[in-house]
T-cell receptor
Framework: DAGVTQSPTHLIKTRGQQVTLRCSPK?????VSWYQQALGQGPQFIFQ???????QRGNFPDRFSGHQFPNYSSELNVNALLLGDSALYLC??????????FGPGTRLTVL | DAKTTQPPSMDCAEGRAANLPCNHS???????VYWYRQIHSQGPQYIIH???NNETNEMASLIITEDRKSSTLILPHATLRDTAVYYC????????????????FGQGTTLQVKP
């Protein structure tokens, strides 16, 4: 079992561009959550997907959107990138359990 | 979800027990205490969770006070590989497979295990 995988590992974009990050959940997991972690801070919840729908959302603007596919994998899209969007983006998966399994993250740098 | 307070940093000698405190004085009756840790450059890793009874697993023990306003995570024999940021999180355990819910992370405690 590969666990939670994320791609790409690192990404560099410029302000105003759009980015798509991808996540494959742990085998058997149907719920995917996304978090943003700025340098030196704890992860901040962005949103959670289950059954291809957004179920919960944190305090993030509409520039942040997502999608979940029938195979439970998920994408995080960020439009009109700002310098402040530079962070580690973490994906976590779960299935009816309080334990969430996190991936290694995607490091996004916005120049 | 209730807010938690943790010391920003702690040191521990290798082989000794590491005791990480967490204050959650506003915890509600249906809220659980969770602990995660994040080793540098990795995603957070679940350690343990509990409601009101003490819990133990292969990684750690969780001691929750009788009034549930504070808890302590115990790593019985800390190793260098336990150096990480440890997060104490309090949240409700909602029902159904669809809703494991969000985790609200604070700043955590940076534990440095020294040889």
């Amino acid at each position: 079992d590969a666990g939670v995988t994320q791609s790409p590992t690192h990404l560099i974009k410029t302000r105003g561009q759009q980015v798509t990050l991808r996540c494959s959940p742990k085998s058997g997991h149907d719920t995917v959550s996304w978090y943003q972690q700025a340098l030196g801070q704890g992860p901040q919840f962005i949103f959670q997907y289950y059954e291809e729908e957004e179920r919960q959302r944190g305090n993030f603007p509409d520039r942040f959107s997502g999608h979940q596919f029938p195979n439970y994998s998920s994408e995080l899209n960020v439009n009109a990138l700002l310098l402040g969007d530079s962070a580690l983006y973490l994906c976590a998966s779960s299935h009816g359990s309080p334990e969430q399994f996190f991936g290694p993250g995607t490091r996004l740098t916005v120049l | 979800d209730a807010k938690t307070t943790q010391p920003p940093s702690m040191d521990c000698a290798e082989g000794r027990a590491a005791n990480l405190p967490c204050n959650h004085s506003t915890i509600s009756g249906n809220e659980y205490v969770y602990w995660y840790r994040q080793i540098h450059s990795q995603g957070p890793q679940y350690i343990i969770h509990g409601l009101k009874n003490n819990e133990t697993n292969e990684m750690a023990s969780l001691i929750i006070t009788e009034d549930r306003k504070s808890s302590t995570l115990i790593l019985p024999h800390a190793t260098l590989r336990d150096t990480a940021v440890y997060y104490c999180i309090v949240r409700r355990l909602t029902g159904g497979s669809s809703n494991t819910g969000k985790l609200i992370f604070g700043q955590g405690t940076t534990l440095q295990v020294k040889p």
